[in-house]
């Protein structure tokens, strides 16, 4: 199972110097891939393609950037772009993300969101797989009176969505290539997430999905100090009716009791929970929350597991 970390560098002096010089040390512990975020700061996948250019072997991604507010034509430029960068180490992950942060940050209205993301996803595969569309929906229309291929991405760019409701996990499980779960544990995944994507996949002939799994978690030999740090930041995602149904379905009441916190032996358990309930990777976000040392600790843990 591969493992990785999300990078977010938003507090240093300079973002991508920082960004790059963890990508580094990641690839240097025997972690895998590094994730990226997209809120209004950094361009998520040209971070991804400076990182893997510099960081060659390391698998990059991005996670997720939202589809309201974006058009796939723009979308497929920048992927594209990223993965003839890092010659084919690219992935795209794409969000619904919420209506607060979608009306007041661009100024649309929040509406039909899953027909969005259908007809997304539809016009955004064409795109990087055929480097041309015409596509023409109810929400969407993508047309490429020239060309839209960027050479060496021929292969195309593999399409993750972070869903986790039952009409998001079917349109990903038809559509797209995997999925991108975040605080979903694993009962969560095994009981309601995996199978409905894999069904979805399954009914429209399309491989099994990949289940990237998104965990908040860290080593620490305070675990106590470090899930109640979790339980402030994460607080955030409370808000929101598909994160707060997620962590209901986990067995847990807040969302930071569905982070993975503890000694090595403890983490490195969870991190076989989340392979046994489906997850096909795992990727660790906020390892930094108990300081440095135990996110070097953290991330040297990691990378143990994954060499195997």
């Known amino acids: 199972m591969t493992l990785g970390v999300a990078l977010s560098a938003t507090a240093s002096e ?8 963890l990508a580094r040390e990641a690839a240097a512990a025997g972690l895998r891939s590094a994730w990226f975020g997209q809120t209004f700061g950094a361009d998520s996948p040209q971070l991804a393609a400076i990182v893997g250019r510099e960081v060659p072997g390391l698998q990059v991604g991005t996670s997720a950037i939202p589809v309201f507010g974006r058009h ?8 594209q772009t990223a993965q003839a960068a890092t010659h084919g180490r690219y992935h795209l992950g794409l969000a619904l993300g919420t209506k607060p942060l979608t009306e007041t940050g661009f100024g649309i209205p929040y509406e039909r ?6 007809e997304f996803l539809t016009a955004l ?3 990087t797989e055929e480097g041309t569309a015409d596509f023409h929906g109810e929400l969407i229309t993508a047309s490429t009176p020239l060309p839209a291929r960027v050479p060496g991405a021929e292969g195309g760019v ?7 409701g039952p009409q998001a996990l079917r349109a990903s499980g038809e559509l797209a290539d995997g999925i991108l779960p975040y605080l979903a544990g694993p009962r969560a995944l095994a009981e309601h997430i995996v199978p409905a994507v894999t069904a979805a996949a399954e009914a429209a002939g399309r491989p099994a999905p990949r289940i990237v799994a998104l965990v908040h978690g860290v080593v620490t030999d305070d675990p106590g100090g470090a899930r109640a740090l979790a339980t402030e930041q994460l607080a955030f995602y409370e808000q929101f009716p598909s994160y ?12 930071g009791d569905v982070a993975v916190i503890g000694d090595e032996k403890a983490v490195a358990e969870e991190v076989r ?15 930094d929350l108990a300081g ?14 994954a060499a195997g």
């Not at 300079?14 to 010089?21: A, C, F, G, L, P």
């Open 273 to 287: 929970r989340y392979r046994d309930a489906g997850a096909t990777e795992v990727v660790f976000s906020g390892t």
């Open 125 to 127: 595969r064409q795109l």
């Open 113 to 118: 969101p899953i027909a969005r993301l259908r």
């Open 72 to 79: 796939p034509l723009i979308v497929s430029s920048q992927a």
């Open 158 to 164: 593999p399409l993750l969505v972070a869903a986790m």
């Open 292 to 305: 440095e040392p135990n996110r070097r600790r953290t991330w040297r843990l990691l990378g143990e597991l």
């Open 14 to 21: 300079n973002q991508i110097d920082t960004t790059v010089d």
């Open 244 to 255: 707060a149904r997620v962590i209901e379905l986990s067995g847990a009441r807040r969302a």
